[in-house]
């Protein structure tokens, strides 16, 4: 087996084990949610990569150029592996050099989408929150009680942004 393949189902055995039994590599000890919010608080925090956030709002006013633009290289893509197929098949051989090209451009186009998911939908496009409470300015984010900077927040004064 390759090595890599190796180091990449022990690690995610390991990510899975650790989910599921409640460890964590890092954070503090959790915050203690007072008895009148139990079970109407969530905990947030201060948004920490306003980096990747900026890059993220600055593309998206083009996600539906971008979108047209993957839904245009997919067809084409098969358009090419199909005229690759219909080539074997007149000769009536099979050659491996016929496939090359689309098989480049489908490592192309793959390795592209998922560089502008990761570009377009950073850690914390889906976990962004608005605040709705007197004086709370800036960006916040849904996280856990052991993450730093956690504070609890009401339900009702947390909505999406």
């Not at 962004?128 to 339900?155: D, H, M, Q």
Request: with cysteine; aromatic share 14%.
């Amino acid at each position: 087996m390759n090595k890599t393949l190796v180091l990449t189902i022990v690690l995610l055995t390991m990510i899975i084990i650790m989910a599921s039994f409640d460890l964590s590599l890092g954070g503090g000890a959790a915050l203690q949610i007072p008895a009148d919010y139990t079970g109407r608080a969530l905990f947030v925090c201060p948004a920490a990569n306003n980096f990747w956030d900026g890059i993220s709002k600055s593309l998206s006013q083009f996600s539906n150029y971008i979108t047209m633009g993957i839904f245009f290289c997919g067809i084409i893509l098969v358009f090419v592996w199909g005229w690759a197929i219909y080539q074997n098949l007149l000769t009536d051989k099979f050659k491996k050099e016929s496939f090359t090209k689309p098989w480049d451009f489908t490592k192309l186009l793959l390795w592209a989408i998922v560089i502008l998911v990761l570009l377009l939908w950073t850690p914390n496009h889906f976990r962004t929150v608005r605040l709705n409470i007197g004086g709370a300015t800036g960006n916040w984010v849904l996280c856990e009680a052991t993450s730093p900077g956690a504070k609890i927040a009401p339900i009702s004064a947390i909505s999406a942004k």
